[in-house]
């Protein structure tokens, strides 16, 4: 089964750049998560989507992070602009879908290092 | 919302010897606790997993115990070998209310000296 997949694996920008990062889940997963992970730290959810829908944003910087997965398949999440404190791991994961039955194993891709200078 | 504080952040043992991370959960309706390992530049993968329905579970050399009453779960894994290194997260969710959404500690660096 091929596993979730990321693009590009590593990044490096200047402050108030812009990027974007491309994410595939395992085929047939509904549920699409982002994470950020600064070093040192665990990750942190930064938006849910359940097929192309948002469940949770709570966490998302919406004044210059913003994710869309149109077609409930690939997503894509971007930065705009870039802050040194944006400097993390951007790991994407996928799940079957979430519901009352029973709790579905995510799944993570590789991440992105993004640096930001 | 869920808080979990995980310790230690640094642990070295020797091989063979046995480790224990411990997780602390805030919110008192989280029922599901994965434990991630992580290798240096790798993918958190699961491990283990426990439901708040169980107080403990075994897969091998590893185990997790769960106290709901104290709300407060750790990982144990015995035999360690030098394979072991990496760093492990543990995490909570509150299930399908929070879409499974997952909280996680903040990590314990684990070092088995051969």
């Known amino acids: 089964e091929a596993g979730v997949a990321q693009s590009p694996r590593y990044k490096i920008i200047e402050k108030r750049q812009s990027v974007a990062f491309w994410c595939n889940p395992i085929s047939g997963h509904a549920t699409l998560y982002w994470y950020q992970q600064i070093l040192g730290q665990g990750p942190k959810l930064l938006i849910q989507?359940?097929?192309?829908?948002?469940?949770?944003d709570s966490q998302l910087p919406k004044d210059r992070f913003s994710a869309e997965r149109l077609k409930g398949v690939d997503s894509t999440l971007k930065i705009q602009p870039a802050k040194l404190e944006d400097s993390a791991v951007y790991l994407c994961?996928?799940?079957?879908?979430?519901?009352?039955?029973?709790?579905?194993?995510?799944?993570f891709g590789p991440g992105t290092r993004l640096t930001v200078l | 919302g869920e808080n979990v504080e995980q310790h230690p952040s640094t642990l070295s043992v020797q091989e063979g010897d046995s480790a224990v991370i411990k997780c602390t959960y805030s919110?008192?309706?989280?029922?599901?606790f994965p434990w991630y390992k992580q290798e240096l530049g790798k993918r958190p993968q699961l491990i283990i997993d426990?439901?708040?329905?169980?107080g403990e579970k075994k897969d091998q050399r590893i185990a997790v115990t769960l106290n709901k009453t104290a709300k407060h779960f750790s990982l144990h894994i015995t035999e360690t070998q030098p394979e072991d290194s990496a760093v492990y997260f543990c995490?909570?969710?509150?299930?399908?209310?929070?879409?499974?959404?997952?909280?996680f500690g903040t990590g314990t660096r684990l070092a088995v000296r051969p």
């Open positions: 994961a996928s799940s079957l879908i979430f519901g009352l039955l029973s709790y579905n194993e995510q799944f």
């Open positions: 989507f359940q097929n192309n829908g948002v469940v949770d």
């Open positions: 919110d008192s309706a989280s029922n599901y």
């Open positions: 995490a909570a969710s509150t299930g399908w209310s929070s879409g499974d959404k997952l909280t």
């Open positions: 426990i439901r708040s329905n169980v």
